[in-house]
């Protein structure tokens, strides 16, 4: 029995098949590693889930195969099990997960209407559960049997070669409006023959689904059934449905896999995949609730913004699931497993919920994290890093997170390092994450850099202190890494200096100049965040915002997300150039050449920052190794200070 968290680490059988610990990793797809590359797994993949599995997860989850054919298109992978020619790989990926005592799991997936087609896809009928036009204009045909039929006969042949691959557990995607949930729930079936009407003619077809599978592949394969507990839509798919399609489906199944939403709809996509807008375990009452009716007798499994023990064992302990999986904390840390079973909660790297993991391969066709500057590059690293180096004495001079990650590293790596913050305190812009109650994921994660920092031997923090060049040079550093950030940019607007202007960095220390009606300038995602914060606590907030878009600059999930929160909590407008600045308000001028004035005792400016270029470029001379990294450089986010950090420690 663990000492720490006995419940998480209780071994758990099913079907014969005895699983280590409660913690699985949730599906994240291979798209994001490798796109429309071969139809099999590539090594930077293997590579990348492999690490999970070093890092104690139980089973490990390859996700995303599409069983129908979208198109080639650059967002999701092309992986094809049924092709022979790559059974190696699926063979190689499943040997290195079990390498590490995990056990290796498949997914299968048909989005349905949820899903991206092709130009080319869209010249042949795209059946749907029912005939309907999306808000697109894409419109989708009522499957007939026929093809219910073909579609359920390549189901049972896929899962035939998932475990000749040596896959033991198969995921079937029947949630989160894709084409199994569309026929189950009210909200999309509106067939009127045998596939609709009762909750025992909507699960037809997923039945016929699961008995094609088990007469190929017998009961030796583990089958996990994900479907959204609920919907979150009026007349949707409801926890009621949810508990009685379970009674339904059962016996042909081993894992009751519960999440939530629809990931189509603007906002239900972040309960889906949740926000820093919701708590931690938001989704585990679902699970509960099937949990709690003694006629399911299968192990049920819950997910959604797991990552700290705390609440995994508190979930297992009071009887609430049988099995907790998480995405994002096994992508933001892949060791967080072992961690929890040393009793190392506090080492655990927090996930910050920016959604990069999810959405930025789309722009950038990179797969990265955040906090984790080396996912989606692991198979990389052994040709990055340099095995034979000397060891060094650093200078970091900027104590936000690029300063912070770069000394722990460079620490790592076994240099002497010294951090130099020229404030009182390390963080940096992180320590804005303190006063907003939706940002607590990264104010655990700079809390996280902070403690490890102090606690570093290797690390002396000078604060309050900010080296002149000379002085600097006088120090004799081997290398300098210079993280000293970004200022804000002061737009040439008339009355910007006035005194009832101010900074939205500098707004949350300084509580006494943020009067009852507030005007926020700049509608990126530091605007809405802050017009968010301040709507939240009361005050009357009106956001300005030159472009169409709020929050460009964010990830499609929390952007979709945090545009709701501004329409809650502010009143937004776009296509508005404010044109000047008083002490009684701001005036501004609509994409209609409209002029328009509003009254603010305060107006915060959010329009963006500009890189200390000139300041960290006088610190060039100062050791024999120079290097910028972060805002200085250009302004980005964490993600990109992150890895600039990785870059610079690891090079060294």
């Not at 899962?159 to 995607?173: N, Q, R, S, W, Y």
Request: charged residues 25%; aromatic residues 8%.
């Amino acid at each position: 029995m663990n000492q720490y968290y006995p419940h998480i680490f209780e071994p758990i059988t099913i079907s014969g098949v005895t699983f280590k610990n409660r913690i699985f990793t949730a599906p994240s797809m291979g798209h994001m590693l490798q796109n429309n590359a071969p139809t099999y797994p590539e090594p930077a993949m293997i590579c990348n889930y492999m690490q999970k599995a070093i890092g104690g997860a139980a089973q490990v989850e390859c996700g995303g195969q599409q069983v129908n054919d979208p198109g080639e298109n650059p967002i999701h992978s092309k992986f094809d099990i049924e092709n022979p020619t790559g059974w190696r790989n699926f063979i190689h990926f499943t040997n290195a997960i079990h390498f590490y005592d995990a056990k290796a799991s498949y997914e299968l997936i048909h989005f349905g209407s949820e899903g991206e087609y092709t130009a080319e896809a869209r010249k042949s009928k795209i059946y749907g559960c029912s005939e309907f036009t999306r808000n697109d204009g894409l419109h989708f045909y009522q499957m007939p049997y026929e093809e219910m039929d073909k579609l359920a006969d390549r189901y049972a042949s896929l899962a035939e070669c998932v475990k000749f691959c040596g896959f033991d557990t198969l995921l079937i995607h029947g949630g989160h409006g894709t084409l199994l949930q569309e026929f189950v729930s009210p909200r999309s079936n509106h067939r009127t023959d045998e596939f609709g009407g009762s909750m025992e003619n909507r699960a037809r077809f997923p039945l016929l689904v699961l008995d094609r599978i088990r007469q190929k592949v017998g009961r030796d394969l583990l089958i996990e059934y994900r479907i959204s507990g609920s919907e979150f839509v009026p007349g949707g798919f409801e926890i009621e449905d949810c508990i009685e399609f379970f009674k339904l489906i059962q016996d042909r199944i081993d894992i009751a896999h519960i999440s939530a939403g629809v990931v189509r709809e603007p906002r239900l996509r972040a309960i889906t995949h949740p926000t820093g807008f919701l708590p931690e375990a938001c989704n585990a009452h679902l699970a509960k609730a099937v949990k709690a009716c003694p006629d399911i007798k299968i192990p049920v499994l819950t997910l959604g913004a797991f990552q700290q023990p705390e609440a995994i064992e508190r979930v297992l302990a009071n009887g609430e699931a049988d099995i907790v999986a998480m995405a994002r904390g096994t992508i933001a840390d892949p060791y967080t497993v072992n961690k929890i079973k040393e009793g190392r909660p506090q080492d655990i790297v927090p996930c910050i919920k920016c959604f990069h993991c999810l959405d930025d391969f789309k722009n950038t066709h990179c797969y990265s994290c955040s906090v984790n500057p080396a996912a989606g590059r692991e198979s990389q690293l052994d040709m990055l890093v340099p095995k034979e180096y000397t060891k060094k004495n650093v200078a970091i001079l900027g104590g936000g997170p690029g300063g912070m990650k770069a000394a722990l590293l460079a620490s790592e790596r076994g240099h002497r390092v010294t951090l130099f913050e020229a404030k009182g305190t390390l963080g940096g812009q992180l320590n804005d994450a303190d006063y907003m109650s939706f940002k607590y994921d990264l104010k655990k994660y700079k809390n996280y850099l902070i403690d490890h920092v102090n606690a570093d031997e290797n690390i002396a923090v000078k604060l309050n202190t900010k080296p002149t060049p000379q002085e600097l040079t006088n120090m004799n550093f081997d290398s300098v890494i210079c993280a000293v950030g970004a200022d804000p940019l002061i737009p040439p607007i008339p009355g910007v200096d006035g005194e009832n202007v101010i900074w939205a960095g500098d707004s949350f220390f300084a509580p006494e100049k943020v009067g009852q009606k507030l005007v926020v300038i700049g509608g990126g995602q530091v605007g809405c965040e802050t017009a968010v914060h301040y709507g939240m606590n009361g005050k009357s907030v009106a956001l300005l915002e030159m472009q169409d878009q709020l929050a460009p600059d964010a990830m499609r999930t929390y952007r979709e997300e945090l545009e709701g929160q501004v329409h809650d909590h502010a009143t937004a407008y776009t296509g508005a150039k404010v044109t000047g600045i008083t002490a009684a308000g701001v005036t501004y001028v609509d994409k209609d050449g409209g002029t328009h004035t509003i009254e603010a005792d305060t107006v915060i400016l959010a329009v963006g920052m500009k890189p200390r270029a000139a300041e960290a470029e006088s610190y060039r001379d100062c050791a024999p190794a120079f290097r910028r990294i972060g805002d200085c450089v250009k302004v980005g986010n964490v993600k990109v200070v992150t890895r600039a950090a990785f870059d610079a420690a690891m090079s060294l």
